[in-house]
T-cell receptor, first 112, second 112 residues
Framework: GESVGLHLPTLSVQEGDNSIINCAYS??????FIWYKQESGKGPQFIID?????DKRQGQRVTVLLNKTVKHLSLQIAATQPGDSAVYFC???????????FGGGTRLMVKP | EPEVTQTPSHQVTQMGQEVILRCVPI?????FYWYRQILGQKVEFLVS????????KSEIFDDQFSVERPDGSNFTLKIRSTKLEDSAMYFC??????????FGDGTRLSIL
């Protein structure tokens, strides 16, 4: 059965270093992927998205990489700052629908 | 920057009572969503709403749940007879015609 509580993997990085957060997805028919950041007591905040016809997309300090062969998504944060500390979720959408399916999340902790 | 707003931030209700959670989506958005996040677990999709009707719903969204857009600005989630297991954070989201979905900061629902 499903566990009651979710143990979040944690990534701890030094301020100024680059962070890489990984996500595996299971459905090869998913055609849209998105990364959200969630701070304590807040809702998910959009960071960056990518469609399945791309393998890389860059934003300000963030890059998303999509490897469809192994169904893997990653979020790279350059020059990580204390304000980047949060839980990061990947999410996917299947077949041009609208239902986001969220992954379990990774907690990023930035040490000053 | 326009944002999704949700009220109340915290709702405490006796088991068996009806509860209505309220959301004001971003003003030019056409698609509206509800998600929930049980403490320590993943964010889960409940329902999407477009053109005054439900477009998708999950298994969680049973007959106890309903959604409504009573006027041009509000989007509500009603739970008719609350159960202990309905205790969760409930997030509203909206999008303009596709993705990304923008989330509010949620309503914490506590069922006693």
């Amino acid at each position: 059965g499903e566990s009651v509580g979710l143990h979040l993997p944690t990534l701890s990085v030094q301020e100024g270093d680059n962070s890489i957060i990984n996500c595996a997805y299971s459905n090869s028919a998913s055609d849209y992927f998105i990364w959200y950041k969630q701070e304590s007591g807040k809702g998910p905040q959009f960071i960056i998205d990518i469609r399945s016809n791309m393998d890389k997309r860059q934003g300000q300090r963030v890059t998303v990489l999509l490897n469809k062969t192994v169904k893997h998504l990653s979020l790279q944060i350059a020059a990580t700052q204390p304000g980047d500390s949060a839980v990061y979720f990947c999410a996917e959408i299947l077949n041009a629908g609208n239902m986001l399916t969220f992954g379990g999340g990774t907690r990023l902790m930035v040490k000053p | 920057e326009p944002e999704v707003t949700q009220t109340p931030s915290h709702q405490v209700t006796q088991m068996g009572q009806e509860v209505i959670l309220r959301c004001v989506p971003i003003s030019n958005h056409l698609y509206f969503y509800w998600y929930r996040q049980i403490l320590g677990q993943k964010v889960e999709f409940l329902v999407s709403f477009y053109n005054n009707e439900i477009s998708e719903k999950s298994e969680i969204f049973d007959d106890q749940f309903s959604v409504e857009r009573p006027d041009g600005s509000n989007f509500t989630l009603k739970i008719r007879s609350t159960k202990l297991e309905d205790s969760a954070m409930y997030f509203c989201a909206s999008s303009d015609g596709g993705q990304p979905q923008h989330f509010g900061d949620g309503t914490r629902l506590s069922i006693l």
